[in-house]
């Protein structure tokens, strides 16, 4: 079945390094790629997104990168902050079935 | 414009009970998308509905159901509750379902 793998599973920065989370999909129909940021006792909050068509995307420190072709789409935090903390989930939509699957989460830590 | 509202917030239920939860999408958007939040499994999809009717189900028993109402309201019910259905369920909204997704703050049920 469709399923979506993101690594790691928790990640610690020093203030100021980059950040990578990287997730792999397993359905070739898949053309959506959001990533979600989620607080501690927060809802998760779209923060970049991705469609099949386009290879990169920035905003600001954040950048998303999608390779169709192996599956993978990572997500790119450059000069992280203590507020860049938090839980985030990759996930993917199918156009067929409007199902999104997301990936297990990753929490990041910014340690100042 | 006002984001998607969860209610209740909370809710304590007992085993064997029901319980019904509802949330209001974004002005305009027709999609609404109900997940299951456990710590150990990450975010699960539960249905898609768009325009009343549900197009898509994910791997939950019958005891889980939806339905959307013709303003895009939309209320899921879980009966006969198990310990097991403890988390936190979100929902989001979205345009038409292909678009970017906005959360709800969820609410948290705890069967006891």
């Known amino acids: 079945g469709e399923n979506v793998e993101q690594h790691p599973s928790t990640l610690s920065v020093q203030e100021g390094d980059s950040a990578v989370i990287k997730c792999t999909y397993s359905?070739?129909?898949?053309?959506?790629f959001p990533w979600y940021k989620q607080e501690l006792g927060k809802r998760p909050q779209l923060i970049i997104d991705?469609?099949?068509?386009?290879g990169e995307k920035k905003d600001q420190r954040i950048a998303v990168t999608l390779n169709k072709t192996a599956k993978h789409f990572s997500l790119h935090i450059t000069e992280t902050q203590p507020e860049d903390s938090a839980v985030y989930f990759c996930?993917?939509?199918?156009?067929?079935?409007?199902?999104?699957?997301f990936g297990t989460g990753t929490r990041l830590k910014v340690l100042a | 414009k006002a984001g998607v509202t969860q209610t209740p917030r909370y809710l304590i239920k007992t085993r064997g009970q029901q319980v019904t939860l509802s949330c209001s999408p974004i002005?305009?958007?027709?999609?609404v998308s109900w997940y299951q939040q456990t710590p150990g499994q990450g975010l699960q999809f539960l249905f898609e509905?768009?325009?009343?009717?549900?197009?898509n189900k994910g791997n939950f028993p019958g005891r889980f159901s939806g339905r959307q109402f013709s303003n895009s309201r939309s209320e899921m019910n879980v009966s006969t509750l198990e310990l097991g259905d403890s988390a936190l369920y979100l929902c989001?909204?979205?345009?038409?379902?292909?678009?970017?997704?906005?959360f709800g703050q969820g609410t948290r049920l705890t069967v006891v």
């Open positions: 989001a909204s979205s345009e038409m379902g292909n678009t970017e997704a906005f």
């Open positions: 359905d070739s129909a898949s053309n959506y």
């Open positions: 991705i469609r099949s068509n386009v």
């Open positions: 996930a993917a939509m199918d156009p067929r079935t409007y199902k999104y699957i």
């Open positions: 002005s305009g958007h027709r999609s």
């Open positions: 509905y768009f325009s009343e009717t549900q197009r």
